[in-house]
Every structure is written in C-alpha cells, then in structure tokens.
C-alpha cells in the first residue's frame, strides 16, 4: 500500500473508490492517472494485475501528481484464476469498503489461425476476458456492493470479428452482449453499465495483435481514459450507450 504523502494539493472531497484491473499499464494506467486528477472525486484506486513488480512502477509513476491523502492500493493477482478473483473481491470490499467504480480492463490474446487454436486458450481468453468481468461483478454485488459505475473494455473486435483473432473476438463479443444485460439488471440500484471498445490503441496488447505498425500513428491510452474519466463525471450519466465506440 502506498499513502501519498508529499505536497501536491488535496483537493475536494475524494470519497470514491475505484478498482481498476490490468492498471499497470497501457489503458489501465492512463485510467488510473487520469482518475486521480481533482475532478474525479476518486481518493482511493485499488490497482490490479499479476506482477508486483509492474505495480510498484505504476505507483511510483502515479504518485507524484497524486493529491495528498489518494490511495494507491496495489494487488497482485491473476484476473482469470476465478476463485482467487472472488475471494479477492470479497477481501476488498471487507477492507476498503464500497467500490463505486469497476474497470474491467485487464485483457488476454494470443492471435492464432482458426486450425491452431487449443481449447485451453481459448479457455483462458474466456477466462480473463468474460469470466473475470462477470466474477468481479458477481462477487461484490453478493458480498453487497453498490457500484455506481461499471466500465467493461471489449474492441472494435467484438463488433466485428477480425480474421486470425478468433478467440479474442468472441471473447469481446460475448463482453459487449454481458455488458447489455448487466446494465438492465443493475439499472435499479442505480448502477450504470457502460461497455467501451477501443479500436487500435498503442499498448504492448496491440504490439501482440500488430507487431509491425508504427505505435506514433494510431490511438493512445490516455484517450481511452478520458473517455472512460467522462463516463465517471456529471455528465456520464447523459451518455446513453451501451457500447461506446473508441477510434483513431
Ligand atoms: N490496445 C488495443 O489496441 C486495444 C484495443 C481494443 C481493446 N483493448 C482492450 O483494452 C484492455 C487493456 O489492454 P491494453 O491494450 O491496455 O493492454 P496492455 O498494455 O498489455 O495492459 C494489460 C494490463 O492488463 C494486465 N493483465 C493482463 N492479463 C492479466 C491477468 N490475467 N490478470 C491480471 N492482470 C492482467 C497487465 O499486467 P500483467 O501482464 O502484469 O498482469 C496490464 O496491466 C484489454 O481488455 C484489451 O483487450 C485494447
């Protein structure tokens, strides 16, 4: 855990709590920078992904434009190791009480031919990027959670398959229709639900997808996260989509 100690200013009341995973890098991070700026109202952000090492980086990134008194509250875990995800989510919100705002972000793909796929990564595309968003959510509502905002990061391929990408475009496919029926079901206790698919955006996820393309010529992660710090704003709630498309 870290308590920003230094002299940047306190600002506000920040009272929200945010739980951001796959926050060490790439849209995650940028996320997590952009919703500890002073107009969030965010105070603490509970930052997730499997390598501790990344995560004391990202802090360290982070801390210096953090407001006295954030909390930045690293926790190393592997988002599709299921149980492990539900326990932790039940951990979490005994320790640091409500998570106002999710963000599923944390994402897998292994970008293979049609005839190369194994069914254990497919298993595992699933895992990290539909079964892990749908365990967050599942555990903390039962251990009693209201979240105000749930932000679930499908793609571009999920609106539209794209040819090698199987296993990744369905598994967002599948995020983009979960996010559907999550913003009905969760619409009575306020909850907003908002699906965001980015197209091309250069993070070491698109290196995997597009190993040859010039990183400076398409989207970068921080215009994910404004468009995700917008969601989290007054005015998020007039946007009224169910799968907010991102492009470059
Ligand atoms: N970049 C694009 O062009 C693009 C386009 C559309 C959608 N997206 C989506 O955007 C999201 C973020 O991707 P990105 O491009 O920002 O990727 P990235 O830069 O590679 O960052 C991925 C983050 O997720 C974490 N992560 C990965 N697998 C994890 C797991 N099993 N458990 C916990 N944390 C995990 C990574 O840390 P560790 O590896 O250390 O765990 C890292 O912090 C993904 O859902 C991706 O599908 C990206």
């Not at 699933?126 to 979240?147: E, I, K, R």
């Not at 955006?201 to 398409?218: F, K, N, S």
Request: glycine share 8%.
């Amino acid at each position: 855990m870290s308590e920003h100690q230094d002299q940047a200013p306190t600002v506000g009341r920040r009272s929200r709590t945010a739980l951001i995973t796959g926050a060490s890098r790439g849209i995650g991070l940028e996320t997590a920078r952009r919703l500890l700026r002073e107009d969030t109202g965010v105070g603490t952000v509970v930052l997730v992904s499997r390598s501790a090492e990344d995560l004391q980086e990202a802090i360290a990134a982070l801390e210096p434009a953090a407001p006295t008194g954030t909390r930045l509250l690293p926790r190393v875990l592997d988002v599709g190791d299921l149980d492990v995800l539900a326990r932790t989510a039940r951990e979490l919100k005994e320790e640091v009480g409500r998570i106002d705002l999710l963000v599923n972000n944390a994402g897998y793909t292994n970008p293979v031919p049609l005839q190369q796929i194994r069914q254990a990564d497919f298993e595992r595309t699933m895992d990290v990027n539909l079964y892990a968003p749908f365990t967050l959510v599942q555990s903390l509502l039962n251990a009693g959670n209201v979240f105000e905002l749930i932000v679930n990061i499908a793609s571009t391929a999920g609106i539209r398959g794209r040819s090698g990408w199987l296993t990744y475009s369905a598994s967002k496919a599948a995020l983009i229709s979960m996010s559907e029926v999550m913003r009905e079901e969760l619409a009575i206790y306020g909850t907003r639900v908002a699906c965001v698919s980015p197209g091309r955006t250069a993070t070491a996820l698109r290196r995997v997808l597009a190993p040859g393309e010039d990183p400076t010529t398409i989207m970068q992660p921080e215009d994910v996260a404004e468009v995700v710090a917008a969601l989290a704003s007054p005015v998020g709630r007039f946007i009224d989509s169910e799968n907010i498309v991102v492009r470059g």
